[in-house]
């Protein structure tokens, strides 16, 4: 019954930062757990982090865990991605999802509620 809807993305140049936005209508989503994924052009969808319905996090790699920060607002049913020092790499279209859970969760099969996806391009 949870609908996300994102917002953010667009184009940056490398080094640049971007913050995307995910939020949810409906039912509050203080009971879920809350993740990014991203999927670049003929690749697979690959998760990128995750924040657990206490507010704990994860990251898919060192390299995501130093430059993106995954949090959640849940007085306005929003969670949030914070990317920084972006690189050409980074470009890919990235989607929120969320489940109820009290766990973490890392892959898209995990989840059953997605957003509309939106195009990040890192290029000079």
């Known amino acids: 019954q949870v609908q996300l809807v994102q917002s953010g993305g667009g184009l940056v140049q490398p080094g640049g930062s971007l913050r995307l936005s995910c939020a949810a209508t409906g039912p509050t989503v203080s009971n879920y757990a809350m993740a990014w994924f991203r999927q670049a052009p003929g690749k697979e969808r690959e998760f990128v982090a995750t924040?657990?319905?206490?507010?704990?996090?994860?990251y898919s790699s060192d390299s995501v865990r130093a430059r993106f920060t995954i949090s959640r607002d849940n007085a306005k049913n929003t969670f949030y991605l914070q990317m920084i020092s972006l690189k050409p790499e980074d470009t890919a279209v990235y989607y929120c999802?969320?489940?109820?859970?009290?766990?973490?969760?890392?892959?898209?099969?995990?989840?059953?509620?997605w957003g509309q996806g939106t195009q990040v391009t890192v290029s000079s």
């Open positions: 999802a969320a489940r109820a859970g009290s766990l973490w969760y890392f892959t898209a099969e995990d989840y059953d509620y």
């Open positions: 924040v657990s319905q206490r507010g704990s996090t994860t």
